[in-house]
């Protein structure tokens, strides 16, 4: 069903809400905190990566306070067991005698922060991104499905390799964005040093509750996808391939779970922007995001200093987006 315009005009006013409550938290971040709420508008996990104090985790903290849904945070180790993460069956006194009762752990939540996921061992993460994938836990033969909505964003820190697992390439290919926390300019240190202080959490106001995210969810599913820009996600994604002209010291390209991403998070900021269809520069303010955990270069093109995301601004510059609109479709001006 098309969006109409008090549909997109009720979206824009909670969207924009909830932007300045984050930006209450996170000082000079405003590219990733739209990239935050674009991937929880597309239904995805988020996987931050940066250096330790730059406010990954109360940016999340920050997220579930504004958005009045169910939150819990896990610090990963490595003695962390996978029913740590998803439940334990605990034997308990019933009306029917003693029986094994099932014990939900922190993943049954709205939002589950999982801290430092590289620290886990590979059973226990493996645990996590299975509930990811599937939306539910199976213990003792019984599943037992997770509350709608659901996202996990998880933190992980790129410089400590001492003690940690990284996550397979096919597992990090559960998360629908990876996001580069990078440091801030001298002059929003300042805007931090004068408004925070250690220990003292920032105050954020509830702009939303569960009933308007599961509206905003559903109203970015039915943003329009023009045919032209479906298009254009197909050949960018085909272009990730080993073979193809733009594509060189790339190993293993994009699966077709990357073109879905690319589709939902275009839709997504659409909707963020305030508009009732997908389009080009929506796919490409995204690509990076979606496509630089999903890119496998060889031992060459890592030696020369190549980057995933270089491979994809690379990409971004070569492929045109289709002129000449396919009949029935809206016009390449117009998306």
């Known amino acids: 069903m098309p969006l109409t315009e008090s549909d997109l005009q009720s979206a824009s006013t909670s969207l924009n809400k909830l932007r300045t409550a984050l930006r209450s938290v996170l000082f000079g971040q405003e590219t990733l905190i739209d990239l935050v709420i ?24 920050g997220l579930s306070k504004a958005l009045g849904l169910e939150a819990k945070r896990v610090q ?26 099932f014990q939900p752990g922190p993943v049954f939540a709205n939002l589950v922060l999982a801290d430092e996921i590289n620290r886990a061992s590979p059973k226990t993460q493996s645990a996590l991104l299975e509930a990811m994938q599937e939306r539910r836990v199976t213990v003792m033969g019984e599943s037992h499905m997770l509350p709608e909505p659901f996202f996990v964003i998880a933190t992980q820190n790129p410089i400590e390799l001492e003690g940690t697992y990284p996550l397979p390439e096919a597992q990090l290919d559960r998360f629908l964005f990876k996001l580069d ?7 929003t240190l300042e805007q ?4 925070r202080e250690i220990g003292v959490e920032p105050h954020v106001e509830q702009v939303m509750d569960h009933a308007g995210m599961t509206k905003l969810l559903q109203a970015s599913r039915e943003v329009f996808m023009p045919q032209p820009v479906a298009n254009f996600i197909a050949r960018l994604v085909q272009a990730t391939h080993p073979g193809e002209p733009h594509a060189s010291g790339v190993k293993f390209g994009a699966s077709p779970r990357a073109a879905l991403a690319l589709a939902a998070g275009a839709k997504a900021r659409a909707l963020l922007d305030g508009r009732p269809n997908a389009s080009y520069e929506d796919v490409r303010a995204i690509a990076q995001a979606v496509l630089r955990h999903r890119l496998i270069l060889d031992y060459g093109a890592k030696i020369e200093g190549m980057t995933p995301d270089l491979v994809v601004a690379r990409l971004l510059e070569h492929i045109p987006a289709q002129d000449k609109p396919l009949p029935g479709t809206l016009s390449a001006a117009k998306v």
């Open 181 to 187: 926390v990078r440091s801030t300019d001298a002059a």
């Open 76 to 101: 990963f180790t490595p003695d962390l067991l996978p029913g740590d993460i998803t439940g334990n069956p605990m034997l308990q006194e019933t009306e029917h005698g003693r029986r094994f009762v």
């Open 38 to 61: 674009t991937g929880l508008l597309a239904r995805g996990h988020l996987l931050l990566e940066g250096l330790p104090g730059l406010g990954k985790t109360e940016l999340v903290k």
């Open 192 to 195: 931090i040093v004068l408004h």
